[in-house]
């Protein structure tokens, strides 16, 4: 079951590399993603009989935490193809592409998605590495898709500092794997997978697993995007076409956290639960404090998303920091929701784009929802999702990492991420009630893009309004699960 | 696999120790060094040490998978990374010397300062034999050496070379502090990324160069906020 999540993807990379038609090109990779998920739903069921689920000799290794990632990046790839097969035939007839960037777009996507799929089942740690670099490799080409000044600079500030993080995080791992030779002597370690280290975490060397999580830290932050580490991020998610930006954002970025937790729980295990929680709870509430001023003075409308994102990435470490099993459990919630709501605000975004040819807000001007209702509709209710206002589960999984900081006694804290949510909710809303409402400036636009994308942002939206209101009692149970494997068994 | 538990002799330990800060030496002559092409020939110099390391390594514990990692280093870093890089700098009718930010004394010095730190971090191992925490030192040492160098450097080949430099003090640390080595599918794996990531690099770096008609990542600065 692990190794066709992995060949699917992988296998309509080589087909999208031998077809022509452009039309089958953008529906072989939905087809791929609804697959993919399809196995991901059935790998739910394995994980919640069996716990863990292994392949090849253990080399694939899913447990509850990895069967909730490929849920998320099976969802989010689907939606982003959906809706890149419109945008790209419209991106070709107003001439801003070729067939040929297109036709790379097509194949390096499911390769990207397929890097992620390779991090969340790798058993071996190193191997989690470079599935993580090649997914940083394959989003780079994609995020220069444009050729333009800006997307050049965009992307070469994404690969120099996503390299250099990724450096780091080798090193980290290198570190890690040392931690254990330097207790065993001259001896060929059996393995280096994770399981392996966490049935043997309490023997590591502890001055050295210290060492390594700094660096996995600062690394594997770099890709995801926590601050001070995060410039290239709203960049990189400005500059790249939009089906890129919903996926860099809904769950790219997770997937590296995902990759820093795993390393937490190695950490935790063997050194206690002080050393690595205070690290991420730091690193989040800063990326959070820092990403609420900039979403409000921000000017470019995917910009502002991104740092949005940033805020949202800050969250979900702030919340595994706090280390309560209310905290993670929100935390996880977050993840998925935000997952169904990103990508739709960048849909929109593309949207705007192609009909106005601007991302300056003030360009765009008041009135979007006189040319665009449709889209406006959907960019709506995905920010009003985002900012964390009922009846979407944003709001739920926000209470309940809140709730669950209080409750544990950490006020201070709690009240401080309060502070920054409330500021990045006053952040977005003022700025789309800047475009959103009033009358346009110019009267007509030609050839708006009224209709585009609405059978992928019906998908996630729907999606999430679904699950707000209710959750699958399997998936609830597979999500404590997952806490339970970061937060360690209550 | 066959495995002799013995540790290297001492002269084992001090070629290997040698060859490392061989290694440094070289990283350093990187940074004082302003001519391109000189500056690829002193990275697969560089690698041609780590090379040496790993077989020396690979003897020693008659280590079959420490062979191939050599053998690999030598035929992708020594060879065909410089020849690509090579490549792409005549292709791309590069000329003009690189301009260093700071002045070469300055680099020295800041240079020398950043070993230091690398010998302080490592410092407290003091459950690594002395070969181990000599390495880690090095390692530590290259990694902060690189992240100057790419800080110091404005064209978008040599900050190219500085990220190549820190994997080869990834790798060092890789082979010389697990004393095996890692297993050999993450070798190999690290092996091809970094293949991957210098070509996509270069695709880069000439679209770079064809939209700016330049390839000094100062002029990148259109982005902000």
Redesign the interface.
Known sequence: MLTPILLIPLATALLCLLVRSQRLMGWLNPLAFAITLALGVCLLNEVLAHQVVTEWNEFFYADALSAWMVLLISAVSLGSTLYAGRYFRRDLAAGVVTAGRVKEFFVLTPVFAAGMFLVVLAN?L??M??AL??TA?SS??LV?LY????S??????Y??LG??GL??A??GT??T??AA??QN?????P??NWSHFMAVAGQL?H??IK?AFIFVLVGYGTKAGLAPMHTWL??AH??APSPTSAMLSGVSLKVAIYALLRFHILTTQCLGTGYSRTLLLGFGLFSMFLAAP?IL???NLK?MLAYSSLEHVGLICAAVGLNTPVTIFGALLHMGYHALTKPVLFFAAGNIHQTFHTMKLRVIGPGVIKVLPVTVLFLGLAAVAATGLPPFGLFYSELTVLSGGFAAGHTVISFLIMTALVAAFCGVLKQLTRILPGTPKVARVADAAVWDGVPAMGLLVGGLLVFSVWVPVPLLRLIHQAAGIIGGKP | ?I?N???PTPIGSQIIMLFAALMLVLQLLLVVQKMLLTNIRLYALQSLMLTVIAAVIAWY?N?THVYIVAVLTLVGKVIFLPWLLNRLVRRIKIVEEIEPLINAPTSMLICGGLTLLGYI?AR??T??DKL?NNTLAI?IAL?LTG?FL?INRRK?IS?VLA?LT??N??ML??VA????G??L??EL??F??VM??VM??G??VY??RE??ASMD?SK????K?
């Open positions: 071996n190193g191997v590495w470079f670099e090649a490799l780079v080409i220069a050729n333009r000044r800006t050049l600079e965009a992307a070469w500030k690969v120099i390299s250099l450096a780091l080798l090193f290198v570190f794997y040392a030779v330097n002597g001259p001896e060929q370690l393995s280096f060397d001055r050295m060492l709203p960049d400005s500059e900039f003075v921000q000017s910009r | 696999m495995m538990p013995s540790a514990y280590a971090v407290p191992f459950t690594l181990g390692a990694l992240f790419m978008a900050q990220l820190i994997e003090g990834v640390a890789a502090l697990t004393s095996y890692m297993p599918v993450v794996g690290i091809f990324d991957v990531a996509v690099l695709i880069l679209r770079i939209s700016f990542t990148l600065t259109q982005l906020g």
